[in-house]
């Protein structure tokens, strides 16, 4: 990607191609999202259950998830512009495939493992790309804003879109649309170019790379038998923490013998990142969870149709488009430990009022100040969680802290959806109950990003590496 001008000035913004890569994560964040309005017509016309839906999505963010770490190793070996058109490729393949699918079986292939797969390529390129674009914080914030930004936007305006094209055309639909916005960002992005050049002789971990996929994969497998089986979920949980207790045992071993791990540990022996990191699951946990709690319950309570649903949520893409795009200003203004705990705050207000209106009134504006009020907490604290995390390690490390920041991330998704869905749908015919029961999960989330929102530094540079 082309250097900045100067650190900070306009004409940095202008000479890099933000475009293709914002572009890029609103079109993945979307994807988590707008099958949420679907799932009635999905399962008509593929003749497959809520769970089989909701299966299906949590497929995507989980491949997403336990891929990102070995994807972001990959942009030094393979070059960070090659990866992300890779990715895009993928991608595409995989939304037409989606598209035309013939069965639940189909559209898992399509939807969750080849845009999965897709987009654990793009992902890490997107925020390496802006960090080694920018070397400031004020400048580095307002390409994060823009990214991220757009990023929450597909997130929450996915049901909307998505209902709208579903309602209007064909669930099937809202995939070609997700096809012809990567051909979009391919030909935008003829303008990147790599600010360094690939290694092909950086070694790789693959041991580190399937214990570390095979251990998050099961972790998540696990949470989705809740409800459904209590041996098998505990099963699935203790393997899965296994794997991950060997995959740790595994890096340290090669660190100690000298070699390059998948994922050095000293990414964890910085106490900012950590904390950074533990805000940014939290915050998508409880977007994406609330997005498919309040979806589902929409359409399988009170018989609300797909552009009915997306509807309702307008009101938190307005609160994170809104938020994100005042992202520049609020940094010059605050601290960045201080707008994540605001945004915790207001999320959890969110989902307070959430729960209060339900119960007061059947009409969908019930929803409405709810909704905005999520999207507006977690529009203002995207931005500057992400900038303290990539922030927080030299431009040599940005390729593992990039993977583990987005793995982190949609780990929050695939647990969003798999935790609360699950609550939803195991208790689906008590109607109210079962969405209280899951909205009260996502708060008690929230209120543990908040918690490690509140610890952070008043200024990234105190976070001295423990």
Not at 207 to 215: M, R
Not at 300 to 311: D, E, S
């Amino acid at each position: 990607m082309t250097g900045p001008a100067a650190p900070g000035s306009s004409a940095a913004f202008a000479k890099s191609p933000l475009t293709p890569l914002a572009l890029a994560q609103f079109i993945c964040s979307f994807a988590g999202s707008n099958m949420n309005v679907m799932i009635n017509d999905i399962g008509r016309d593929l003749n497959t259950t809520v769970k089989g839906v909701q299966s299906t999505i949590t497929l995507f963010l989980l491949i997403m998830a336990v891929l990102m770490i070995p994807c972001s190793k990959l942009t030094d070996r393979w070059g960070r512009k090659k990866c992300f058109l890779a990715g895009l490729t993928l991608y595409g393949i995989g939304a037409l495939t989606s598209a035309f699918s013939p069965s639940l079986a189909v559209l898992i292939l399509g939807n969750s493992v080849l845009e999965g797969v897709g987009t654990a390529l793009l992902i890490p390129p997107v925020y390496i790309l802006a960090t080694m674009a920018f070397d400031d914080l004020r400048s580095r914030a307002r390409a994060f804003g823009l990214i991220s930004g757009l990023g929450g936007v597909g997130a929450a305006a996915g049901p909307l879109i998505g209902g709208f094209i579903a309602t209007a055309i064909t669930w099937r639909a809202a995939f070609v649309f997700q096809a012809v916005v990567v051909a979009v960002i391919v030909f935008l992005s003829r303008r990147i170019a790599d600010p360094v050049p690939p290694d092909p002789t950086r070694p790789f971990d693959t041991a580190g790379a399937v214990l570390s996929a095979v251990g998050m994969f099961f972790v998540v497998f696990g949470i989705l038998q809740a409800g459904k089986n209590a041996l098998l979920m505990t099963a699935f949980l203790v393997v899965g923490v296994g794997f991950l207790i060997w995959f740790f045992l595994h890096i340290r071993a090669r660190e100690r013998a000298g070699k390059e791990p998948l994922l050095t540990t000293r990414l964890f022996r910085n106490r900012t990142s950590d904390l950074g990191l533990v805000t940014q699951n939290m915050q998508w946990l409880v977007l994406m969870g609330t997005s498919f709690v309040v979806a589902v319950f929409l359409q399988k309570v009170r018989g609300y149709n797909a552009v009915q649903t997306g509807v309702v949520f307008t009101a938190a893409t307005a609160g994170i488009l809104v938020s994100s795009l005042a992202a520049e200003r609020l940094t010059k203004k605050h601290a960045q430990k201080n707008l994540i705990s605001a945004g915790f705050a207001m999320t959890v207000a969110g989902i307070v009022v959430l729960l209060a209106l339900v119960e007061a009134s059947s009409r969908v504006v019930a929803f409405v100040p709810g909704l905005l009020l999520i999207g507006l907490g977690v529009g203002v604290m995207l931005t500057p969680s992400v900038n303290v995390v990539q922030s927080s390690f030299p431009e040599e490390q940005q390729g593992e802290i990039s993977g583990l920041s987005r793995s982190v991330s949609n780990l929050g998704s695939s647990f969003g959806t798999a935790i609360a869905g699950t609550i939803l749908i195991s208790g689906l015919a008590e109607g109210n109950r079962s969405y209280a029961l899951a909205m009260i999960a996502l708060a008690i989330f929230a209120l543990v990003g908040l918690a490690a929102a509140i610890r952070l530094p008043a200024d990234p540079g105190d976070a001295d590496p423990r």
